[in-house]
């Protein structure tokens, strides 16, 4: 069973670093790809952290089983959702100023 995990977190790792390397790096204008990339790449890698946390729930062991699969792939969208939202909202601009225009008045507080 842990083998078996073990070469799925290994594929996962895989997919994420071949979208960057073919879907970003190759490209003509590098840059701009990975401008559109950041809330995709954000709001995968807080989907993948909330199932693993909602999986790994110390104080109720049972959660998964309990709650269903509706309740649960509503967290998930949920925080899909949210967090795409979110970039787009927060990320994308303050990425823009701060890389594309050099605003120096750009805090990161």
């Known amino acids: ?3 078996c995990v073990s070469n799925c977190w290994v594929l996962l790792g895989r997919c994420v670093f071949s979208t960057i390397k073919f879907g970003i790096l190759n490209r003509k204008d590098p840059f701009k790809w990975a401008m559109r990339m950041i809330p995709f790449y954000y709001t995968f ?3 993948v952290l909330t199932l693993f946390m909602i999986a ?3 104080s ?6 309990e709650s269903g699969v509706g309740r649960t792939l509503g967290i998930v969208c949920g ?5 795409l939202g979110f970039s787009y909202l927060f990320f994308i601009p303050y ?8 605003d120096i008045r750009i805090g990161s507080w």
């Open 1 to 3: 069973m842990g083998h």
């Open 45 to 47: 890698m807080a989907t």
């Open 56 to 58: 790994k729930i110390p």
């Open 60 to 65: 109720a062991d049972g959660f998964l089983e």
């Open 79 to 83: 925080v899909f959702f949210g967090i």
């Open 95 to 102: 990425f823009h100023r701060k890389l594309v225009f050099e």
